[in-house]
């Protein structure tokens, strides 16, 4: 990222941001998703998934412009324009400023408020720009302009624990959809509990628990079935992970997931994967 942000004062504070900017930083995003390794409780599958190279995240983002106000303490609302397409779709992984008429732009908007036990939002987004359909009954290829989708999110909390200072657990729930005549998966749901606690040491830990689905749309499958393909009707991911740190400067965190139905293909065998995260950070 980088970016300029300017804030301003109207009928309650907000703020201006214009540069190099990654949209999962501040829309789609609860505290409690954070802990956990697995992309589907970051950006939502159907978000991510969309667009001629993906929307602006990291590791590739795009110019945009984002726009934020505050009308209430427990009103966020926010809005953002983005290059449709961030880096460059020939060469991956490779980055560039590129502004195009033909390439359009993502445009997304999110109100999040709340109490401290309860929090929610919901956003929608749409591209500006014409995409093909997966599937055309009479085979000639076809545009759309209505590449589009939503979504809501909700995040519990009980009253601080005596101990720990901050709520002993969260929960979230989220679910999105997206357009199925042009991205392979038009739902997306997500679900967990995050438990905190003062054990093993001064710094205690996070356990984490959650589980998502990303369905499969009709143009997605049907695309597949012209070419002799079968097709799977969702991918669901469990993931169980532990997060403790280590003093001061480090923290460790143990990862088991169980992915079944991987990329909703028939022919990929489920799939448990273990993995170990390592943290090393300073601040002063």
């Known amino acids: 990222e980088a970016w300029g942000e300017w804030h301003f004062e109207a ?80 060469e991956r992984g490779r980055s560039r400023l590129h502004l195009s008429g033909s390439e359009g732009v993502l ?3 999110e109100a999040t408020g ?37 979504y809501v999110m909700a995040e519990f909390a009980p009253d601080p624990a005596a101990d720990l200072g901050e ?8 679910a999105g959809m997206a357009e199925d005549s042009i991205n392979a998966f038009d739902r997306f749901y997500a679900a967990g509990v995050v438990l905190r606690s003062a054990w093993p040491g001064k710094y205690g830990s996070q356990l984490g628990l959650a ?7 009709r143009g997605y499958r049907r695309q597949r079935a012209t070419a002799g393909l079968a097709t799977d009707g969702c991918e669901r991911n469990v993931e169980l992970t532990w997060r403790f ?28 994967v273990a993995g170990v995260r390592i943290e090393l950070f300073w601040s002063r």
């Open 245 to 272: 740190p280590l003093g001061e400067h480090a923290a460790v965190q143990p990862d088991l997931q169980y992915v079944q139905n991987p990329s909703a293909d028939p022919a990929i065998p489920d799939a448990w």
């Open 211 to 217: 589980a998502s689905e990303a369905r499969v749309g």
């Open 167 to 174: 709520p002993r657990w969260l929960g979230f729930a989220r």
């Open 11 to 90: 009928a309650g504070p907000g703020s201006l941001r214009l540069g190099l900017y990654d949209l999962s930083t501040e829309f789609d995003v609860l505290d409690s998703r954070a802990v956990f390794i697995n992309s589907a409780y970051g950006t939502g599958m159907d978000i991510a998934q969309s667009g001629k190279n993906g929307p602006s995240l990291f590791p590739i983002t795009a110019l945009g412009a984002r726009l934020a106000w505050q009308p209430d303490e427990r009103l966020l609302l926010k809005t953002a324009l983005l290059d449709g397409v961030p880096g460059d779709p020939e």
């Open 114 to 150: 709340g109490t401290e036990r309860l929090r929610g939002g919901a956003g929608f987004w749409r591209y500006s720009t014409d995409f093909p359909s997966l599937y055309s009954p009479d085979g000639d290829p076809k545009v759309r302009n209505d590449n589009a989708g939503g």
């Open 107 to 109: 445009w997304i908007v």
